[in-house]
C-alpha cells in the first residue's frame, strides 16, 4: 500500500508539473550529495515518513493507519536568494513559492484511489535547506508533508494470506516469496432454517441451495 500510495504521488506530480521541474522521483538520499544532483534541479522528491496506527474499538476488526509522505521541492537560483524564492527573469528559473504552490495545488486532498481514504490532508510546510551554496549556486529544499488516512485489514485469526497470482494484489509478495499460505474459505452455498412468528407461534422452513450443480 505505502509503494503504490509513493508511486501514485510521483505520477501526479510528474503529470501535473510539467516543464516546472527536470525531475520527479522517489527520494534516494540526494541530501547527502547535493553537489552530484544539483544538475537535475529544479527537483521535486517523494518519501514515506511514518505512520500512526489507532487501534479499533471493540468489535472492529480494522485498523486506521496515519501514514506521512513528504514531497521535498529543491531549486536552485545563480542570482539572488530573492530569485530563488520567487523565481528568476528567465522562465526556466523556477523559484520555490511556485514550486511549493503546484505541489500543494496537484496534492492537496487527493485520494489517490482510496475509497476510503480522506485524501492527503496538508500538515506543514518547512525549509530543510535553506540558502545552501553549492558549485557558484544557491540552493533551497523544502518539505510540504502531508498524512494520508486509509483503513487495514488484518488476517482472521491463525490464517495466512491467500494464494495470489495478481503482482498488483498486496499479499502477493507471500506467494512470490513462497510464505506459508492459507486454501481460501470455502464459497457459501447453503444455508437451511425456520422463520419464525413469535405472534402465533407458526414457521415456516427456509431452504437456500446456491449450487449450481445439484444432485
Known amino acids: ?8 504521488i510521483s505520477d501526479r506530480l510528474r503529470r501535473g508539473l510539467g516543464r516546472l521541474v ?17 544538475h537535475t534541479l529544479p527537483a521535486v522528491w517523494v518519501t ?23 514531497v521535498m521541492c529543491a531549486t536552485r537560483s545563480l542570482r539572488s536568494e530573492q530569485s530563488l524564492r520567487q523565481g528568476g ?3 526556466r528559473e523556477i523559484g520555490s513559492n511556485d514550486l ?13 484511489g482510496l475509497a476510503d481514504s480522506r485524501g492527503l490532508m496538508p500538515k506543514a510546510v518547512r525549509p530543510i535547506v535553506k540558502n545552501t551554496l ?21 488476517l482472521d485469526n491463525d490464517r495466512y494470506p491467500e494464494r495470489t497470482d495478481d503482482p498488483a494484489h498486496p499479499d502477493y509478495l507471500f506467494t512470490k516469496y513462497q510464505g506459508e ?10 444455508m437451511d432454517g ?19 450443480d445439484k444432485a
Do not use: H
Not at 500500500?1 to 501514485?8: G, S
Not at 511549493?100 to 489517490?112: H, P, S
Open 22 to 38: 527536470r525531475t520527479v522521483k522517489s527520494y534516494n538520499g540526494e541530501l547527502d550529495d547535493l553537489p552530484a544532483s544539483i
Open 48 to 70: 514515506y515518513g511514518g505512520s500512526r496506527i489507532d487501534t479499533p474499538s471493540a468489535g472492529q476488526r480494522r485498523y486506521q493507519d496515519q501514514a506521512e509522505f513528504v
Open 100 to 112: 511549493i504552490y503546484a505541489v500543494r495545488r496537484l496534492l492537496d486532498g487527493q485520494r489517490l
Open 181 to 190: 499460505l492459507s486454501e481460501p474459505w470455502p464459497w457459501f452455498e447453503v
Open 194 to 212: 425456520l422463520i419464525f412468528d413469535p405472534a402465533s407461534g407458526a414457521n415456516v422452513p427456509l431452504e437456500l441451495d446456491l449450487r449450481k
Open 89 to 91: 527573469v528567465d522562465w
Open 134 to 154: 553549492v558549485q557558484a549556486a544557491t540552493l533551497s529544499v523544502v518539505a510540504v508533508e502531508y498524512t494520508l488516512r486509509f483503513d487495514s485489514c488484518p
Open 1 to 8: 500500500m505505502i509503494t503504490r500510495i509513493e508511486q501514485q
